[in-house]
Every structure is written in structure tokens, then in C-alpha cells.
């Protein structure tokens, strides 16, 4: 059974960093593409940043270049979301799902299995 747990978020100051984790079981860490997103209260879900499985090319939303790193460890078979430079619009609940990379979709749809999420809270 294909499961997705985050784990990480909690509350920080702008400026400050966050490491988000996003453990599955269930599956094979290099036959998807693994996304985070986000979503703030009284907005949609957007996408923020995701790794290809097979070859750990990344993607980043504009919103997040340059402050955040996504990784994987695929002996864990976990995706980190590293975020530095914390704002206080980053302020969402976070979650990780996965696209197998046979689908063809847009970059951020076709993503399934969503985790619970897990709450980041920036501070001004």
C-alpha cells in the first residue's frame, strides 16, 4: 500500500530554516516523481518544487528558487524539502504526493497518494 508521511514543519521566524521530510513505503522511489506542495489558508494548492526518482532532476516553483532544495535518499525512501530563508508568505501546510513518470501530465498535475501534511508557520 502506497503511504506518504510528512514530517518537520513546525514554527519559525522569517529568515529562519526549515527541513521538511517526506517518508514513503509502499513503492519504488525511482519509478516517480516525487512533488511537494503547499496551501495557505484561503488559497489553492500550488506547487512548489518536485524530483524526478530516476535521475533526481529537480524543478522549483519562482516563488521558492534559490531558498529551498528538495533531495532524496533513496535508501530511506525519503524526500527532504530544505527551506532557507523563510517568509512569512511560505506560512502553509505542506504535503508530498507522487506522479508515476509513465504519465504524461503539466508540471504539477497527476499527482496522487497525498500525504496528511505537516504545518510551517513563518513569523514576521
Known amino acids: 500500500q502506497v503511504q506518504l508521511v510528512e514530517s518537520g514543519g513546525g514554527l519559525v521566524q522569517a529568515g529562519g530554516s526549515l527541513r521538511l521530510s517526506c517518508v514513503a513505503s509502499g513503492f519504488t522511489l525511482d519509478r516517480y516523481v516525487i512533488g511537494w506542495f503547499r496551501q495557505a489558508p484561503g488559497k489553492e494548492r500550488e506547487g512548489v518544487s518536485s524530483?524526478?526518482?530516476?535521475?533526481?532532476?529537480?524543478y522549483y516553483a519562482d516563488s521558492v528558487k534559490g531558498r529551498f532544495t528538495i533531495s532524496r535518499d533513496n535508501a530511506k525512501t525519503t524526500v527532504y524539502l530544505q527551506m532557507n530563508s523563510l517568509k512569512y508568505e511560505d506560512t502553509a501546510v505542506y504535503y508530498c504526493?507522487?506522479?508515476?513518470?509513465?504519465?504524461?501530465?503539466?508540471?504539477?498535475?497527476?499527482?496522487?497518494?497525498w500525504g496528511q501534511g505537516t504545518q510551517v508557520t513563518v513569523s514576521s
Open positions: 504526493a507522487i506522479r508515476p513518470m509513465w504519465l504524461l501530465a503539466t508540471q504539477w498535475g497527476g499527482f496522487r497518494s
Open positions: 524530483i524526478r526518482g530516476s535521475d533526481s532532476s529537480t
